[in-house]
């Protein structure tokens, strides 16, 4: 038997606990939804009013000197505007122009005042957001306030306080760098008229025209010499540094790397043919001595070969080094003649030309450098201040706000949503939870895994004494089939005494007793009750008898038992009361006593039930049970934890009684799915009860009748 505590649920009985506890899941679900729903309710509306702005790069809106380049997106760029149209200074500037500090003032404070600019600045810069619209330089701007028309205005505000700002900030970025400009093409002009004055005296000092140097062809031809030798230097120079660097490179590896590196470095077909036949000879010499020994005469063959190779490599590897040395030295000589003749050439052209020219051409060079930055300073200046007056865009305001009629919170329907979801949420958590808790019985499995018997009988909830609901009842099928269950089970012998026994008080053993007796009395078997609860007795109510005189006497010896069974209003059902119990009881249910009159009873009739306290704490149903030629263990679906009913099935064990199997009793068959199947059968059985309605009242009054007369 498993730990009774394991209160585990399983993946296949979640919905039936959600079916189980859907009384708990529309109340929690309910409680949220109405919460939720009046919450809303108190939330002041909140009105929502959108511009939408187009956010340029700071460009012309006509190209009037070159076109403009297209911009490339920048995510950086819209996301530093959108930092600047929530900045301070954006926000302070639209405060004051909204006068939004006495306004606020008037509706938020008690006497009316200004709000500080902080406090301003603050409340409205929880009250406006700046989106982008994907993959466009479209941003929103909105605004959300109480009042439909000043959630407009303040948007449209910071609007045209962001596209004011941006003009305004590249003016000044324009303005304050022309003004830089004229200042340097001032100084620009000083310095262009002091640089021509002194070439215009080192001309005349040196007598040299202005062209005369560069007409005389002896000039030109030297200085085209010398830059040739100066680029066969260079090219020498290279080819110089190149070849030495491979024949270092190669005279630094050893013998097998130097082999593998020369087919990468030198592109020798014969030494790369030396490679791959020595890399054959050592792959066969490698196969051969895995077969053979060293002095094998084809391994020696080989190995013979293979070392010839290694001789021929060798001397290949020794001739390249060679013959890289007496290239690079080659090269080495021509650059040094190079060189030389460079420096001759040099030497001439530097004594023909130094004396006169250089010192006109370096003063000539300087006046064309002052020029050029003179003119191409003017040239700015004059492009400059044609762009200032061209209009600029950087912000366009494409759609202004407008006060709207429907407010954007609190949002009514998505509350409400969230609310059912929430309450769904918690309500099956909650019904979960409860059921972690309930360690009660709840299917016919607990019962066969926890108690180790079998269920005979399955009763249904709200089942009232059989007598009342009349032979035809639906719920007096679930008493034929424990009736049944019964039979099978005490098949080795016909009837008997039999008793209902159950842990804990309330379970409904009284009543299943009855109806079971009532059933098989009407199977027209010979049937007879006995209320041996002496504390708690209930049959003689159930029948509408007295309890005077019963089972107390005849214990007592008081009165014979015939006298004390009296017949019912039912056919084949008689009924032994429990009597008044006396002051002192104590030994009166003894086993002696008991084991006779159950003799007695069996001899007169064919089923006999005995009524018995809860077995749990009260010594009489231990008695009882002891004595019983079968005893069946009533638990009520979901009452008592099982470790209640797991004690009443030590208890019955201890005293070794027959427990024959339980009856789960007080089931919610419309509620839990997990009996559906009786359910459908107690629905069939419904149409039969509808052509017993005119009769019922002649029944109740023939029953009275005999009630009346016992």
Not at 384 to 389: A, D, H, M, S, T
Not at 626 to 640: A, C, I, P, W
Not at 641 to 649: K, L, M, N, T, Y
Request: hydrophobic fraction near 40%.
């Amino acid at each position: 038997m498993e730990n009774d505590q394991d209160t585990s649920l399983h993946f296949l009985d979640y919905w039936r606990v959600i079916r189980a506890r859907k009384e708990i899941i529309l109340a929690v679900t309910l409680l949220v939804v109405i919460t939720g729903a009046a919450y809303t309710f108190t939330l002041p509306r909140i009105f929502m009013a959108e511009a939408r702005i187009e956010i340029r790069p700071d460009t012309l809106d006509v190209d009037v000197f070159s076109p403009q380049q297209a911009v490339g997106y920048n995510p950086f760029f819209l996301r530093t505007e959108f930092e600047i149209i929530r900045s301070r200074s954006t926000l302070t500037q639209v405060v004051r122009d909204l006068n939004l500090q006495a306004e606020w003032g008037r509706s938020m404070t008690a006497d009316g005042n200004p709000l500080p600019l902080e406090d301003a600045i603050r409340i409205l810069s929880r009250s406006v957001r700046v989106d982008q619209y994907r993959d466009t330089s479209l941003v929103s701007i909105s605004a959300r306030r109480p009042d439909a028309n000043e959630a407009a205005r303040i948007a449209n505000q910071v609007a045209e306080v962001y596209r004011a700002n941006r003009l305004a900030q590249t003016r000044r970025q324009i303005s304050g760098g022309l003004e830089a400009l004229q200042n340097e093409l001032e100084k620009q002009r000083v310095s262009l008229e002091q640089a021509e004055d002194e070439l215009e005296g080192l001309r005349e000092e040196l007598g040299v025209t202005l062209l005369g140097s560069r007409e005389r062809g002896g000039v030109q031809v030297d200085k085209i010499r010398l830059q040739q030798l100066e680029g066969d230097r260079v090219a020498a120079r290279v080819d110089k540094l190149v070849r030495k660097s491979r024949f270092d490179q190669l005279d630094a590896l050893e013998a097998d790397e130097l082999l593998t590196a020369s087919a990468y470095i030198v592109n020798d077909q014969a030494l790369a043919m030396l490679r791959r036949q020595l890399i054959d000879a050592q792959v066969n010499l490698s196969l051969m001595l895995e077969n053979r020994g060293e002095n094998h005469p084809e391994v020696r063959r080989i190995r013979a070969g293979v070392n010839e190779l290694q001789v021929q490599i060798n001397e290949a590897l020794n001739g390249l080094r060679r013959g890289l040395q007496a290239d690079y030295e080659v090269a080495r000589a021509k650059y040094n003649a190079i060189s030389e003749e460079l420096d001759l050439v040099r030497l001439a052209d530097i004594e023909a030309e130094r004396e006169r020219f250089l010192p006109f051409e370096k003063m000539e060079r300087e006046v064309r450098l002052q020029r050029d930055i003179f003119q191409a300073l003017r040239a700015r200046i004059a492009q400059e201040g044609i762009e200032l007056q061209v209009p600029r865009t950087p912000v366009e305001i494409i759609d202004r706000a407008e006060p709207q009629s429907r407010h954007v919170s609190p949002r009514f329907a998505t509350n409400i949503l969230l609310s059912l979801f929430i309450g769904l949420l918690a309500g099956v958590g909650l019904a979960y939870f409860i059921e972690y808790l309930d360690t009660s019985v709840k299917t016919v499995d607990d019962v066969e895994q926890h108690l180790g018997m079998p269920v005979l009988g399955i009763i249904p909830q709200k089942v009232r004494p059989l007598i009342e609901e009349g032979p035809e009842s639906p719920h007096a099928e679930a008493y034929r089939v424990l009736r049944t269950n019964l039979q099978f089970t005490n098949k080795a012998m016909k009837g008997g005494a039999f008793t209902f026994v159950s842990g804990g008080v309330g379970e409904g053993k009284s009543t299943t007793l009855f109806n079971l007796a009532y059933v098989c009395a009407q199977m027209g078997e010979k049937v007879l009750i006995v209320d041996s609860d002496l504390r708690r007795p209930v049959q003689h109510t159930f029948l509408g008898m007295n309890n005077n005189f019963g089972l107390t006497n005849v214990l007592l010896r008081d009165v014979p038992i015939e006298e004390t069974i009296k017949p019912t209003s039912v056919p084949n059902l008689h009924f032994l009361s429990s009597g008044k119990l006396p002051r002192s009881s104590v030994g009166l249910l003894d086993a002696q006593r008991m084991r006779e009159l159950v003799k007695n009873l069996k001899a007169r009739y064919d089923y006999v039930f005995f009524d018995s306290p809860p077995i749990v704490g009260v010594s009489d149903a231990s008695i009882l049970a002891s004595e019983m030629d079968g005893v069946m263990l009533v638990v009520q679906y979901r009452k008592y934890p099982r470790a209640v009913s797991s004690r009443a099935r030590r208890i019955l064990d201890n005293v070794g009684a027959n427990a024959i199997g339980v009856v789960l009793n007080n089931i919610n068959i419309m509620r839990d799915d997990y009996y559906y199947y009786y359910h459908s059968y107690y629905s069939y059985g419904d149409s039969q009860l509808d052509s017993m309605v005119d009769e019922k009242p002649a029944l109740d009054t023939a029953r009275r009748e005999k009630v009346d007369a016992f």
